[in-house]
């Protein structure tokens, strides 16, 4: 934001150098980006009276001009065309310094002498938005009223010179958004009083009206809208605004444009809140409406360009049509021209984020945009109300009707927060007393009341301790602190289970040929059909489908691994890579509670994808590295399961391992159906491994147990069952049973026969019992065995195979 520091003056007392001022208000947080010294390199020019134009006899482009300058007459020789006689004009004379280190000395041109040169804006350090009515790459054509300052320094008459700071303000301080703001910092930081001019405008009694001049309001969405003013004026005398506004605003870059107008960028600086003027034969029925645009409505921006705006989008608008676009533009509809004569002041506040996507939308950022966006405090709208209203008594253009229309849904409320000095000193490193902080905290206009601190309303950056801190240590002075060594027991850095877990499980897959590969979390709806995860009801109410996706294939958050893990599989496959091996470690997103749309985060769980075809892979090559994953997690115990409905997996080629109700993996064939979807021709085999899982039931250490001093017996048992029962089941009862001493158990083989009957088969096992405490006889693994034929015939239908 630019400041010209004179108008920093009017706030408080600033006695140093410019420079030196910069200096100090970047270090209590004002950052100064740049300082503009106006004029100051600017030498030897002055206000001369174009004479006498004749054509150079040498060149056809050229003119000579004979030009007074008060004292004496110049002959200048130009190729200027937007000159004439009478014009009024700056001239550089012999020995002249202009912007950009140019220097004038008088000379021939073609033949004839050139005692100097007439100056455009830009080469006096100007442009065009300070005197907005001269062309670009023309002369400077004065107003003939200059004509009395023929002879004089033209620095002087345009009174140009001025000194200008730049400051780079964070979006956190939208107060300093505003020259009263800087004029606070710039107090603070110098030690100075502030004198808050404009301080009588929080005492300004105005008469709340439902209705003036027959304007209304209405706010149809406050959560849009915070407060919106209405104030009119009437019998407006348009003309252009005095010298003294009209040089500070283009001190900050502000194009000049008229009274009205002027008043309103005037204000907005000021104060740092945008406001807007209205001409109130433009609004239909006066009837002011600020709600949601309606889906594909247009308006036209006061540049003249129709910009389409979306249901999330809040306008101004009248009975019949939308006259701005909230804290973004006027509509050209309303704007204020030469023969209106009634104005509706507009001051309203309005929801920041939204502004700034509405911006983003209608791709139009503004002053006020830019402002609106960063927060801007509600109390703040009828101080700027008020103060345009005062500008236009004071410049008399126009009658301020009395009374205004104030719709204020939500009043906001200030801030409290109670005083922690040892806390304070705590967070900064430093010893400050209770008084010091005080003084500190009042100069920025924090009340102070026994340990409560009231935060003043345009300081909506202060929400705690911390901030106050913070507040107190800018304006102490950073370069106050002391150097001091680090306090601090140092310690050695060391990856945790689930780390080191992961590192384990990534050398394992690399060590078995498998690559690594990263996706995004995001998937499409199409993504979901191909992988007939849509048959699946799990997913039917918990998938996530984002609210402003970058596209339609990144629309939904992936629920499973399987999506991205078939498009990598498929484009591997289109490349004609005949054998492939690839594994990810990602997240998944699911609202399992359906509470994602009210705020909650949604359920995100880390698995290890594993997808291969080619190469002679099957069904049994993934099981085994499954099963070594949860080898080297240290995971012993769990049960083997077939799983027959998941759409995605291959019906009769899937299993799951899971802990109790706990799945820890599933892993099989892909459906066929799902890899035809994808057009691969190979048969697919994938695994999903939960990684918090992994590490919950994996142990951190491995146990040691010393040789067995007693003999294993060892028996084989062969058995005839159904053909559905798997072996799972047959070892959970095997298990179950003899738990305490059985070490060891090992399928060795499975046979079928005509012989065994219709859909049997044979399954033998080689079984090892052994206890610490002393050798097993006969007797006892007898017993034992018996006792597990029993149960295989009890619950599984099992017959000893003779």
Not at 32 to 40: A, D, M, Q, S, T
Not at 87 to 111: C, S, T
Not at 632 to 651: A, C, Q, T
Not at 695 to 706: C, E, Q, S
């Amino acid at each position: 934001m630019k400041v010209s520091v004179e108008w920093l003056k009017e706030y408080t007392n600033i006695d140093v150098p410019v420079r030196e001022l910069a200096d100090r208000m970047t270090m209590t947080g004002s950052k100064v980006e740049e300082i503009y010294e106006k004029g100051k390199d600017i030498k030897k020019v002055v206000v001369g009276k174009i004479l006498k134009i004749t054509k150079h006899p040498n060149a056809d482009k050229l003119i000579v001009t004979k030009i007074d300058i008060g004292n004496e007459t110049l002959q200048i020789v130009t190729a200027a065309t937007n000159v004439e006689e009478d014009d009024i004009v700056p001239v550089a004379v012999d020995g002249a310094e202009l912007a950009g280190d140019i220097k004038i000395k008088k000379g021939l041109l073609r033949g004839v002498e050139s005692q100097g040169m007439m100056c455009s804006v830009s080469e006096l350090g100007l442009g065009i938005n300070d005197f907005p009515n001269q062309i670009e790459d023309g002369i400077m054509i004065l107003p003939k009223e200059y004509e009395k300052f023929i002879g004089m320094n033209a620095v002087e008459a345009l009174n140009i010179e001025e000194e200008v700071l730049d400051f780079e303000i964070t979006s956190n301080r939208p107060d300093c958004f505003s020259v009263e703001g800087l004029g606070r910092e710039a107090a603070v930081t110098l030690g100075k009083e502030f004198k808050a001019p404009h301080k009588h405008l929080d005492d300004v009694k105005v008469e709340n009206k439902k209705e003036i001049e027959g304007v209304k309001v209405e706010i149809v969405d406050p959560d849009l809208c915070y407060r919106y003013i209405a104030r009119v004026v009437k019998d407006v005398k348009i003309a252009p605004s005095p010298e003294w506004m009209q040089r500070r605003l283009r001190a900050c870059g502000i194009k000049v444009i008229n009274n009205i107008v002027d008043i309103t960028n005037y204000v907005s600086l000021e104060l740092g809140q945008p406001m807007h003027a209205f001409d109130i034969n433009s609004i239909a029925e006066k009837h002011i409406i600020v709600r949601r645009a309606k889906k594909d409505e247009v308006i036209t921006t006061l540049d003249g360009e129709d910009r389409a705006l979306g249901e999330d989008n809040l306008v101004i608008a009248d009975s019949k049509k939308p006259v701005a676009i909230a804290g973004v533009m006027g509509g050209l509809n309303s704007e204020i021209e030469e023969n209106t004569t009634t104005v509706v002041f507009e001051s309203a506040v309005f929801n920041g984020g939204n502004v700034r996507l509405t911006a983003k939308k209608v791709g139009l950022r503004t002053e006020a945009s830019s402002r609106y966006e960063k927060g801007l405090p509600p109390e703040l709208a009828l101080r700027v109300v008020n103060r345009a209203v005062e500008l236009v008594e004071e410049m008399g253009a126009g009658t301020v009707v009395p009374g205004m229309v104030d719709v204020y849904p939500a009043p906001q409320k200030q801030n409290k927060i109670k005083l922690d000095v040892k806390r304070v000193n705590d967070l900064l490193g430093t010893s400050l007393s209770k008084e010091e902080m005080i003084k500190i905290l009042e100069s920025l206009e924090i009340k102070v009341q026994g340990e409560e601190l009231t935060i003043p309303y345009f300081r909506q950056d202060i929400e705690g301790i911390a901030d106050i801190a913070e507040e107190v240590l800018r304006i102490y002075g950073y370069d106050k602190l002391g150097s001091t060594l680090i306090n601090a027991q140092s310690t050695a850095g060391g990856k945790n289970k689930r780390q080191d877990l992961e590192d384990r499980i990534k050398m394992l897959l690399v060590d078995n040929g498998y690559s690594e590969m990263y996706s995004y979390g995001f998937i499409s709806e199409k993504d979901m059909s191909k992988c007939n995860i849509l048959k699946d009801g799990t997913f039917e109410k918990s998938v996530i489908k984002l609210k402003n996706p970058l596209g339609e294939d990144f629309s939904i958050m992936r629920p499973i691994m399987l999506p991205t893990t078939m498009q990598s599989i498929a484009t591997n496959y289109s490349r004609k890579n005949a054998n492939v091996k690839l594994f990810e470690i990602g997240r998944t997103f699911m609202d399992i509670r359906g509470e994602v749309e009210k705020g909650e985060l949604p359920e995100e769980l880390t698995n290890i994808a594993i997808a291969t075809y080619g190469n002679k892979e099957d069904f049994y090559t993934l099981k085994n590295l499954v099963e070594n994953i949860l080898e080297i997690s240290n995971i012993k115990r769990y049960d083997v399961e077939k799983e027959n409905n998941l759409p995605y997996m291959h019906p009769g080629k899937t299993a799951k391992l899971s802990i109790g109700k706990d799945v820890i993996a599933i892993f099989g064939e892909v459906n066929p159906e799902v890899c035809t979807n994808y057009g691969i021709g190979e048969q697919v085999y994938f695994a999903v491994l939960d990684l918090e899982k992994l590490v919950r039931y994996g142990k951190d250490k491995k146990t040691y147990a010393p040789i067995p001093k007693y003999p294993a017996v060892e028996r084989d048992i062969a058995m005839i069952v159904d053909e559905d029962i798997e072996v799972g089941a047959i070892e959970k009862v095997i298990g179950k049973r003899c738990k305490n001493i059985l070490e060891d158990m090992e399928l060795f083989d499975i046979y079928r026969s005509e012989k065994l009957g219709e859909n049997k088969k044979s399954v033998a096992y080689s079984l090892k019992f052994r206890t610490m405490e002393k050798t097993l006889t006969d007797d006892e693994v007898n017993g034992m065995m018996t006792a597990i034929i029993g149960d295989l015939e009890k619950e599984l239908g099992a017959e000893l195979r003779k």
